[in-house]
Structures are given as structure tokens and as C-alpha cells.
């Protein structure tokens, strides 16, 4: 599983009147870092998702385990992978370490979409395109 | 146990560029339908509660949700959360989120009654949930 790296400065604007990031933010946080994860590819994933014909892919289940909180300042290094491939889903863990501690863990089980091809507007999923799945399995850390 | 609903109106800001909420957000409701339902069940808001039971507040140390039918701009939803475990220190909360009557999401929250660590004052620690909340709550759902 290639492993993406990013850090991520906890800004003023995340954080809530307890003083901590306010939970939803790690919630964008995955989705971005989905996308980072995601380009490398090579290609940034609107690019990816023309080539590819897709709509996106929808989330269908997600889930975090909070352990330490975060404050404003706070630098947090993310780290993501896709740690399953089903037929059309995938699962994207991430983790997010401070200081080197675990600060909370996730996952994302998302749906590679495609137009439906009888049903306008409607969307279904579509296996992974196989050169992704090879990219992002690539057992490089 | 007590429950308590209420209506939201989807807004264009809550949405992404394929046109549906975006998934935070839901989490955003899901926050606050938590408050409302403490503000229910104790009669006071949240910031009253923090210094009623000299609380910080109850954050999250777990949480997740499944996303069965997407919500666009315009869509008034319904959430209904209801508490489904009081613990010491901890409690479930469950939401479930409708629209035009159909389960649309569901979300589930184990929070943690917590306040200053008196050692290290910008820290939070876990306190006992005071008997008077959980009271609170199960009166509140006999009444209703």
C-alpha cells in the first residue's frame, strides 16, 4: 500500500470554543487528503476522474477513533493508503500523528462512480480502473 | 430513552460541486443535534451546561456514519437523535437523518464528559457524567 504523506498546521478558524479542532474539520481533511493520495498518480484527480469517465466517488461509510486532541498551532502529519480494494469500493485509511503520536485514525469507504448508463442523472459504481490500483498498491511507503 | 427531531434546510454552502452535502457537514448537524438533544433533556443550552456541571464539554472519541441517499440544496432533512448508552464517563448517541421519509444517513458518537485536568489546567480529563444529567434524561423521556 503506497503510504502519502502531508502536514497540516491546525489554523485558528478549525478549532471550537473547548479549544480543539472542531471534529468535522478532520472530516475534510480526509477528503483532501484522499485527493492528495490520489495524485500519485501522477495525474490530480479531476483530471484522473476525465480520463477515467467518472463522477467521483461518493463516500458510503466513514468512521475516526479520536485519542488526543488538537489545538490551534498544532503541526499534524498525515498519512494515507488505500488499505482495501473491493469490486467497486475502497476503503482509505488515514492517521493522524502529533509529535509522533497517534491523534486519531479513520477511514473512508468510498464508491468509484460512473454515469448510470440507462438512467440519467443517477450514478453506479465501476470497478477501480486497474493502472490506479497498481499505482497506489505499489509497497513503497 | 429520549429522543429529540429536528428539521434542517440543506444550504448551497452545504454542498459540493457534484451537488449533494458534502460529507462533513453531516457531522456538523450530527454536533449539534447533540446539543439540542442535552438542551432538551436538561433545559438549558450547552454553554449553561458547561457551567452548570463545570464541564468543558463532551467530545467525540469515536465516531461513524453510513451514507445510504444523498441530500441536495433545498431538501429539508429530518434528525432524529436519541442517547443509547450512558456509561460512566462516556455515552452513544445515535442519529439518523430522513429525507421524505427514508433513511438518508445514520450516525453514531461515544462522547466523553470531560473537564480541565486540575494538573495541568490547559489539558481536558474525563469526569463521572453527574447523576443529575442521566436523571435528567430519563425523567425527561417519561414526561414526553
Known amino acids: 500500500m503506497l503510504i502519502n504523506r502531508r502536514t497540516l498546521r491546525v489554523e485558528w478558524g478549525d478549532c471550537d470554543p473547548a479549544g480543539i479542532v472542531f471534529y468535522p474539520n478532520y472530516l475534510v481533511w480526509f477528503d483532501s487528503s484522499t485527493t492528495r493520495l490520489f495524485e500519485r498518480t501522477g495525474m490530480a484527480l479531476p483530471e484522473l476522474?476525465?480520463?477515467?469517465?467518472?463522477?467521483?466517488m461518493p463516500l458510503i461509510e466513514v468512521g475516526v477513533k479520536f485519542f488526543?486532541?488538537?489545538r490551534f498551532g498544532d503541526e499534524l502529519v498525515v498519512e494515507s493508503g488505500v488499505r482495501e480494494w473491493g469490486r467497486s469500493s475502497l476503503i482509505v485509511q488515514h492517521r493522524f500523528l502529533k509529535l509522533g503520536e497517534l491523534a486519531l485514525e479513520g477511514f473512508e469507504k468510498r464508491v468509484w462512480s460512473v454515469p448510470h448508463p440507462?438512467?440519467?442523472?443517477?450514478?453506479k459504481g465501476q470497478p477501480v480502473p486497474a493502472e490506479i490500483v497498481a499505482m497506489l498498491s505499489a509497497p513503497e511507503a | 430513552m429520549l429522543s429529540n427531531s429536528r428539521a434542517v434546510e440543506?444550504?448551497?454552502?452545504a454542498c459540493d460541486p457534484g451537488g449533494i452535502v458534502f460529507n462533513p457537514r453531516y457531522f456538523e448537524f450530527f454536533d449539534w443535534s447533540t446539543a439540542l438533544l442535552f438542551?432538551?433533556?436538561l433545559g438549558m443550552s450547552k454553554l449553561e451546561m458547561c457551567r452548570t456541571f463545570d464541564s468543558v464539554g463532551i467530545p467525540l472519541v469515536d465516531?461513524?456514519?453510513r451514507f445510504l441517499r444523498s441530500s441536495r440544496v433545498g431538501d429539508i432533512v429530518q434528525i432524529t437523535s436519541t442517547?443509547?448508552?450512558f456509561r460512566r464517563s462516556s455515552f452513544d448517541v445515535r442519529h439518523e437523518l430522513t429525507g421524505d421519509g427514508l433513511l438518508a444517513v445514520e450516525g453514531f458518537e461515544t462522547r466523553v464528559w470531560v473537564g480541565r485536568d486540575?494538573?495541568?489546567?490547559?489539558?481536558?480529563?474525563?469526569?463521572?457524567i453527574p447523576a443529575a444529567v442521566i436523571d435528567r434524561f430519563t425523567a425527561a423521556a417519561s414526561e414526553s
Open chain 1, 49 to 56: 476522474y476525465r480520463k477515467h469517465g467518472s463522477v467521483g
Open chain 1, 68 to 70: 488526543i486532541p488538537s
Open chain 1, 118 to 123: 440507462d438512467q440519467p442523472g443517477r450514478i
Open chain 2, 10 to 13: 440543506i444550504e448551497w454552502g
Open chain 2, 39 to 41: 438542551q432538551r433533556a
Open chain 2, 63 to 65: 465516531t461513524r456514519a
Open chain 2, 83 to 85: 442517547v443509547t448508552a
Open chain 2, 118 to 128: 486540575p494538573q495541568h489546567p490547559d489539558r481536558l480529563k474525563s469526569k463521572p
